[in-house]
């Protein structure tokens, strides 16, 4: 199957400063690529929506502000967080649509970044 | 809205033992799709399946086999001969979207299954 990636796998920072992740297709085009956030022993939940060219859509809770995420190219989407709080701790996901490949429109995930603010 | 309900939470078996992970999904979309991911303990997702809603064949693959019931809205899943390297959370999910356009994921909120030697 398709193969996405994601930098870094953990990454512990200080409370306030920013953090960003790196997820990328590696052998197809993503047009779309979406950012989930994971705490232990739960299910995933969906942030936002990144649209290669295009704003990001945000889910319902989720602040736009804090969690910056840019689809620059088709390859390649980051999620940055900023002024990162404890609360933030958590393990981050991101998927790529793969719409053209497969030619089954099906999302694959990267392996996930650990997120922990001290 | 959408919502899929994985109502085991954890399930125990003995190696070579067969196993049904439940999966009851509610959607009002009529064309949607479902699917089924694994997450070892390292984290990363691992694709198993996708069905379509127009597509009840049930399907195998190996040990795995699903059997999709669109009249009970199930998709559920079965391991047959389990074996230790199966155990990890899984995970069923449902997309939807007739506008064809971002098509998100609504995920469970999985199972935990454990094989034991």
């Known amino acids: 199957g398709a193969v996405v990636s994601q930098h870094p796998s953990w990454v512990i920072c200080k409370s306030g400063t920013s953090v960003k992740i790196e997820c990328r297709s590696l052998?197809?085009?993503?047009?779309?690529m979406f950012w989930y956030r994971q705490f232990p022993k739960q299910s995933l939940m969906l942030m936002a929506t990144s649209n290669e060219g295009s704003k990001a859509t945000y889910e319902q809770g989720v602040e736009k502000d804090k969690f910056l995420i840019n689809h620059a190219s088709l390859t390649l989407s980051t999620l940055t967080v900023t002024s990162a709080h404890p609360e933030d701790s958590s393990f981050y996901i991101c998927?790529?649509?793969?719409?053209?490949?497969?030619?089954?429109?099906?999302?694959?995930f990267g392996p996930g970044t650990r997120l922990t603010v001290l | 809205a959408q919502k899929v309900t994985q109502a085991q939470t954890e399930i125990s078996v003995v190696e070579k033992e067969d196993v049904t992970l439940d999966c009851v999904y509610e959607t009002r979309d009529t064309t949607y799709y479902l699917f089924w991911y694994k997450q070892p303990p390292s984290g990363e997702l691992v694709f198993l399946i996708r069905?379509?809603?127009?597509?009840?064949q049930n399907e195998i693959s190996g040990r795995y086999s699903w059997n999709f019931q669109k009249s009970t809205s199930s998709f559920n899943f079965t391991i047959t001969a389990s074996q230790v390297v199966d155990s990890a959370v899984y995970f069923c999910a449902l997309s939807g979207d007739p506008s064809g356009s971002a098509r998100q994921l609504t995920f469970g909120s999985g199972t935990q299954l454990t094989v034991l030697p």
């Open positions: 069905r379509n809603s127009f597509d009840e």
């Open positions: 998927s790529a649509r793969d719409q053209v490949t497969s030619g089954t429109d099906t999302q694959y």
């Open positions: 052998d197809f085009q993503a047009t779309t």
